[in-house]
């Protein structure tokens, strides 16, 4: 075969970027391009749905430029997204009928209230698709569009528009608009998907009244989706993989079996584990969601998932306004300059606790200053304060789950913190593997593709391929980490 590579087209919140991997599973190069974040109200997210197609295509199509990629080099393109952003379009003309709703977007949090206040409409939602009502999800989201923007309604009553999450927008544009499909990962995070059935639910449609035209065909993330057919971009290469990112990133850490987990430590903590063919229904607060199979899985598989608010975005806080730091990879040699925090503890809710405490009017607190306090055992309490958050996502998870976990996989950017991933697994009691390549998310959706396409011969080969990892043991004796934990916990309370 003379294929050589995959396309991962990587479509974030923040930017776009395509990726080219070899048959090694190395990233040989990689193309990125921010785009606008729209604030159009405070608590307001919106993106520009063409701005999003002409970062990540204008990603794809220098990456062709520049590696002289066609259809005879490239087996397969997979796509992993943001997820639950919303776009609403009509097919005839490809125009977006207003902004895309980004998944951070809050202007939907009193429809969600009003729809879903009661608790037996909550446990109704929460049996069906695993989530907890929120305006996160992308069902509100798509009432909003159709009841705010001018005779949206009617034309979506006729079949006129379609809905579809980022990937399902970039698989139509790509497609020359042949293609109106989802994968399942992303299904479940509408709130509109019966996660046990794998179906579109007549009652939540109901509740959100949304019309079942509108809707994309399911798939599941490894299979096929269609053929590249847009100008620009070479003819004919076939789109194999979609998923979500956070499902992407567990498939690329390899984490394909019932209690495998993975933690990504970027702005917030994306939390998974793999629960197998069970879906758990939390009872922490925690989500169930539906994540990526391999090629020939005749079956779904689902995960418990769980969020930090608030982790790489302390220690910005710390350098961008408390000046305490000039850069993020300094306070791994401050943290290590001192013993401990010296009774130092920040809990940093700035916009409230989430799982498994869910209290939206805690904020955020330092507690346990002396006189001898000083920027270093700050800087190390907020490093400590990332892995206890993360600590209490696994023990609820432990707990709905059934499972102790003994490995903890990582990735995103704070994870290249060795004093961090190292109290991690002290407080864990628990190994944490860092692989070399933490750019994940992108290697999920390259693996599905790969996959599909039979570039790739099946999940053994891609484990092989993995370089080798970073471990880190726990070191710190078993007591320690008690008392440790349990300052955290005084802490939390505190801030509550
Ligand atoms: P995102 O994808 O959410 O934008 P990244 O995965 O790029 O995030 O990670 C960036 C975040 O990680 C930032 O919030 C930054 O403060 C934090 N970070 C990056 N490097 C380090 C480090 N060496 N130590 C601690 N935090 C870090």
Redesign the pocket.
């Known amino acids: 075969m003379a294929e050589t590579y995959v396309i991962a087209l990587d479509q ?1 919140t ?1 930017s776009s970027r395509a990726v080219l991997i070899d048959r090694g599973g190395a990233m040989v190069d990689c193309v990125q391009r921010t785009y606008q974040q729209i604030y159009p109200q405070p608590g307001w997210v919106e993106h520009n749905p063409q701005e999003i197609l002409y970062s990540q295509l204008g990603c794809l199509t220098e990456l062709v430029s520049k590696h002289r990629l066609s259809r005879d080099n490239v087996a397969a393109i997979g796509i992993d997204n943001q997820r639950e952003t919303t776009i609403v379009w009509d097919p005839t003309t490809g125009e977006p009928i207003h902004n895309a709703i980004v998944w951070q977007c809050r202007r939907t949090a009193g429809l969600v209230d009003e729809l879903c206040g009661t608790p037996e409409v909550r446990s109704m939602v929460q049996a069906k698709t695993g989530l907890l009502p929120d305006a996160y999800f992308s069902a509100s989201k798509i009432s909003w569009l159709l009841d705010n923007v001018e005779g949206a309604r009617e034309r979506a009553e006729a079949g006129e528009l379609l809905f579809g999450t980022v990937d399902t927008w970039l698989v139509w544009v790509l497609t020359g608009g042949l293609v109106h499909a989802t994968d399942a990962t992303n299904a479940s995070r509408t709130m509109l998907f019966d996660i046990h059935r794998g179906v579109w639910d007549d009652d939540l449609l109901a509740l959100f009244d949304v019309p079942r035209s509108m809707m994309p065909e399911v798939r599941p993330s490894a299979s096929f989706f269609g053929e590249t057919s847009y100008p620009g971009v070479p003819a004919g290469i076939p789109i194999c993989g979609v998923v979500g990112d956070q499902q992407s990133a567990l498939f690329g850490q390899c984490c394909l079996s019932a209690g495998q987990a993975k933690n ?5 903590c994306f939390l998974l584990m793999h629960t197998g063919a069970e879906a758990p229904t939390s009872s922490h607060n925690l989500v169930t969601t539906i994540v990526a199979s391999p090629p020939g899985c005749d079956h779904t598989e689902y995960a418990l998932e769980g969020s930090v608010f608030v ?3 302390l ?2 806080w710390l ?1 961008d306004e408390m000046h305490l730091i000039r850069s ?2 300094e ?2 040699f401050l943290a290590q300059s001192v013993d401990d925090t010296g009774g130092v503890h920040i809990v940093p809710a700035f916009t409230g606790l989430g799982a498994p405490y869910w209290n939206a009017d805690a904020r955020g607190l330092i507690c346990g200053l002396t006189r001898g306090t000083t920027p270093a055992h700050i800087a190390r309490a907020a ?1 400590e304060a990332l892995a206890f958050q993360t600590y209490d996502l696994v023990r609820a998870m432990e707990a709905d789950a059934g499972v102790s976990l003994d490995t903890l996989n990582v990735d ?3 994870s ?2 060795g004093f ?1 991933m190292q109290f991690q697994a002290d407080v864990l009691r628990a190994t944490v593997h860092r692989p070399q390549n933490i750019e994940t998310t992108s290697l999920g959706a390259a693996y599905l593709a790969g996959l599909t396409s039979g570039f790739w011969s099946g999940t053994d080969e891609l484990a092989a391929m993995r370089e080798s990892d970073d471990v880190f043991e726990p070191q710190m004796d078993a007591k320690a980490a008690e008392r440790a934990v349990a300052g955290w916990a005084d802490a939390v309370r505190r801030a509550m």
């Open positions: 974030g923040t990504t430590y970027g702005t917030g982790a790489g975005a220690i910005q350098r993020a990879e306070t791994e490093l995103g950017g704070a290249r913190n961090l």
